[in-house]
Nanobody, 127 residues
Framework: QVQLVEPGGGLVQPGGSLRVSCAAP????????IGWFRQAPGKEPEGVGC????????KYAVSVKGRFTVSRDNAKNTMDLRMNSLRPEDTAVYYC????????????????????WGQGTQVTVSS
């Protein structure tokens, strides 16, 4: 069974930057959409950013657009979420995910479109 490994996360001050990574050892990410989601305490999960297969489309939540960047390295089977200008409201557990649909030309924030999920990593933005 493929597992996504998420090192990274941690505590950062408001206005700071952080990178969260996700690796899929032995699994070919190319050909599948990848996504990042987050869940803050007491709130519903929400999509943060995603990339369709072959980097054809990127999508970001309005709340993070211009501050967060999703990227992928198919050769290394890794994906990154780079977060800049972090705010206290960005505090959440962040999850990476891989879609099940082969070669999609779009990506979405629908959880059912993703089959493999990381274990989650805590990001806390606080002074």
């Amino acid at each position: 069974q493929v597992q996504l490994v998420e090192p990274g996360g941690g505590l950062v001050q408001p206005g700071g930057s952080l990178r969260v990574s996700c690796a899929a050892p032995g699994f070919g990410l190319d050909g599948y959409a990848i996504g990042w989601f987050r869940q803050a305490p007491g709130k519903e999960p929400e999509g943060v950013g995603c990339i369709s297969s072959e980097d054809g489309m990127r999508k970001y939540a309005v709340s993070v657009k211009g501050r967060f960047t999703v990227s992928r390295d198919n050769a290394k089977n890794t994906m990154d979420l780079r977060m800049n200008s972090l705010r206290p409201e960005d505090t959440a557990v962040y999850y990476c995910a891989v879609g099940w649909r082969p070669f999609p030309d779009i990506c979405t924030f629908t959880g059912g479109e993703y089959e493999i999920w990381g274990q989650g990593t805590q990001v806390t933005v606080s002074s």
